[in-house]
């Protein structure tokens, strides 16, 4: 197996993926319309809705000499090879940032303590494992996912078809009962059984009980509705899922859940059997990512409004002109507009200037933030906004109105022979950014 590490947003020589030239091959200016398929998982799902992420973005861009990486991040693998993308704010070669945001968006327990099988060609698709309770519960708020399916019946009421052969060979001599057969719903199905060999897989795993605790209402709801589940039809039930993917718009939830389920399923055979034909990993837009982990740590004193989802929007005139800023205070008196940022802090201008006084305008804002990933101990650096013009000779400052780029300092720490010690120490070191970050910003 060749493993290669890389960054998003990063520019380097072809010579420096020559060690999975297949893997390459197959990623190289494809878009991820092109490359989304049954085996490769995009965060957010929803690509042409998503700010920064569209369908004709490429994993891996071919510049004259060189490959760039855009802003996806995550883990990558065909036949046997695998590249890991680490976020560029990284500060070690063990990933441990891009974990933590993983964790801490999606309330995943800690993957390093909990996976004792965890390697750096696999750990990733684990991750596929650990997504399971969100997409479960998803799904199952629209109920229990049924389909059509033929039932036999032999009994003296009579509600379908009669099968005359079963007939004759069940009811012969002849006793009241009539063999037939009937087309009705049923909560037992192909879907529903991927579902349970799923939970049966995880359940053996190391982190199982951390996995399904969460989940725990779920899963006896799928337990109770596969009443007929038997662990060797594992595979044909996965053959009938992969042979009929769900299709209605009403069940699209129960969509993604049997593309995750059948991932997980098979990762595990491919890993063993030597690699899938297809590119199969998970993918995460760091953009997205970085701002809903901004909102695990100040959404208690701010308004989420999101595009991707199209929740919150506000209108910037009277007829038009939908927006959606990243974080709008909940305090009325002093509003504060704020803006999140995956990237340094000499990237953030120009548009993003101009971006964030429309905001504050249009909220009456005295004070506009971007939060960004730091590597230093420096928190805030402050703009104040201009008045006046150069031609008439009276431009000044007003102290009034500001913005300041206010950077989270993404921790260092030592190289451990231990990968679960070192993220444990990664974790500690971020819970003191988060409070540094939190006294700054709601001083």
């Not at 799923?198 to 989940?215: D, P, Q, W």
């Not at 929007?313 to 205070?329: E, T």
Request: proline share 3%; aromatic share 12%.
């Amino acid at each position: 197996m060749m493993l290669k590490t890389t960054r998003d947003n990063q520019r380097e020589l072809k010579e420096h993926y020559k060690d999975i030239p297949k893997l390459t091959n197959k990623l190289v200016n494809q878009t991820l319309t092109q490359l989304k398929n049954d085996h490769l998982f995009i965060f957010p799902e929803i690509i042409a809705n998503a700010d920064g992420l569209t369908a004709d973005q490429m994993v891996l861009r071919s510049i004259n000499e060189d490959y760039q990486t855009s802003n996806l991040a995550g883990f990558i693998g065909y036949q046997d090879e695998r590249l890991i993308i680490q976020s560029r704010f990284e500060r070690s070669a063990n990933n441990y940032f891009l974990q933590y945001l993983i964790e801490r968006v999606f309330d995943m327990p800690n993957l390093m303590a909990l996976n004792t099988e965890a390697q750096r060609d696999r750990l990733g698709f684990d991750l596929l494992a650990f997504l399971l309770p969100l997409y479960l519960k998803k799904a199952l708020r629209k109920g229990l996912f049924k389909t059509y399916g033929r039932r036999q019946y032999n009994d003296s009421n009579i509600r379908g078809t009669i099968d005359v052969a079963r007939h004759i060979r069940q009811n012969s001599p002849f006793i009241g009962n009539i063999a037939y057969n009937q087309r009705e719903f049923s909560y037992e199905n192909e879907v529903t059984l991927l579902i349970r060999h799923t939970i049966e897989f995880i359940r053996n795993k190391s982190y199982g009980k951390a996995v399904l605790g969460k989940i725990s209402d779920e899963v006896a709801t799928i337990v109770v509705a596969t009443k007929h589940y038997e662990d060797y039809d594992r595979r044909t039930i996965i053959t009938k899922n992969k042979e009929n993917p769900i299709r209605h718009a009403y069940y699209r939830e129960y969509r993604s859940l049997q593309r995750l389920c059948l991932m997980i399923l098979q990762f595990e055979k491919q890993r063993i059997g030597g690699g899938s034909q297809q590119v199969q990993g998970i993918l995460f837009d760091c953009a997205w990512l970085w701002e809903e982990y901004i909102n695990q740590l100040i959404g208690p004193w701010f308004y989420h409004p999101m595009n991707k989802s199209r929740v919150g929007g506000q209108y910037l005139f009277d007829r038009g002109g939908l927006i959606y800023p990243d974080f709008i205070s909940r305090v009325q008196e002093q509003r504060i507009i704020a803006d999140a940022k995956y990237k340094p802090q000499g990237n953030i201008g120009n548009q993003d200037y101009l971006q964030l006084v429309a905001y504050m305008a249009r909220f009456d804002a005295q004070q506009g933030y971007y939060i960004y990933p730091n590597h230093t101990d420096e928190l805030v650096t402050p703009l104040h906004l201009r008045q006046g013009v150069t031609y008439e000779d009276n431009v000044s400052v007003r102290e009034s109105v500001m913005i300041a780029k206010l950077g989270l300092k993404i921790p260092e720490v030592r190289a451990e022979t231990d990968d679960a010690v070192g993220y444990q120490a990664f974790k500690e070191a971020m819970k003191k950014s988060e409070e540094n970050f939190l006294t700054s910003f709601l001083k």
